[in-house]
């Protein structure tokens, strides 16, 4: 048998695409759970958005009581309105975005099914 130096082409070439696959698979995976992991983040920064709204309702019961005997169909709170009560960060980003969220984005607040729903939607 003839004594064998080294690697032959054929066995580079596939070690270099099984590299290449474990890497592309691996970047893709990196990217993927980033993306969540930010969605996530938003989603929780809604929904903590959402409770300062509903603890701001509780302080001031003009607006719980207009809704709920009908008063008034819909309550628009600004987010600066939740900044300056110290209900949430007055330097809130974007997580996905990494931009500063502007003061004047509303908060709508309306009545459903007999209880005050309150719903922050970020591209307004």
Do not use: W
């Not at 939740?82 to 330097?91: A, R, S």
């Amino acid at each position: 048998m003839k004594n064998k130096k080294g690697f032959t082409l054929t066995e580079l070439l596939i070690v270099i695409v099984l590299l290449v696959s474990i890497i592309g698979t691996t970047i893709f995976g990196v990217e993927e759970i980033s993306k969540q992991a930010e969605n996530k983040s938003l989603d929780e920064l809604i929904k903590d958005i959402e409770r300062a709204t509903d603890i701001y309702f509780s302080n001031n019961e003009v607006y719980t009581k207009a809704l709920l005997n009908g008063e008034i169909e819909e309550k628009c709170t600004r987010l600066y309105v939740l900044q300056n009560e110290n209900l949430i960060d007055i330097d809130l980003k974007n997580p996905t975005t990494g931009e500063r969220i502007p003061g004047n984005l509303c908060i709508k607040s309306k009545v459903e099914n007999n209880i005050i729903v309150h719903k922050f939607e970020l591209n307004q």
